[in-house]
């Protein structure tokens, strides 16, 4: 009923930079928010970014001042401009959308995830 595509992810040399793009599409009534979190091997999936439908943004604090998220409401769209890089930025991110479908409750969506890997 909710798909959220995610695309952006791959390989990049520590100090480089990567844009993370998710659309969200299906019979989607609001979003309440959107953002990315991230899960390296054997740790916890962990918050890096996240926008409100008003604008307002919250960031992990090791990625301040090196990621930026941003969102296009008018296509359900949510971006984050990875700059900087280092190698424990190494993860899977995964998209997520906190939003409301016709005829349902809102609540939490992921996207499956990409890979975004940082050599040193």
């Known amino acids: 009923q909710v798909q959220l595509v995610e695309s952006g992810g791959g390989l990049v040399q520590a100090g480089g930079s990567l844009r993370l793009s998710c659309a969200a599409s299906?019979?989607?009534?609001?979003?309440?928010?959107m953002g990315w979190y991230r899960q390296a091997p054997g740790k916890q999936r962990e918050l890096v970014a996240r926008v409100t439908n008003t604008g307002g943004t919250n960031y992990a604090d090791s990625v301040k001042g090196r990621f930026t998220i941003s969102r296009d409401n008018a296509k359900n769209t949510v971006y984050l401009q990875m700059n900087s890089l280092k190698p424990e930025d190494t993860a899977v991110y995964y998209c997520n959308a906190d939003l409301g479908v016709w005829g349902t409750p809102r609540r939490d969506y992921w996207g499956q995830g990409t890979q975004v890997t940082v050599s040193s």
């Open positions: 299906g019979r989607i009534f609001s979003i309440a928010a």
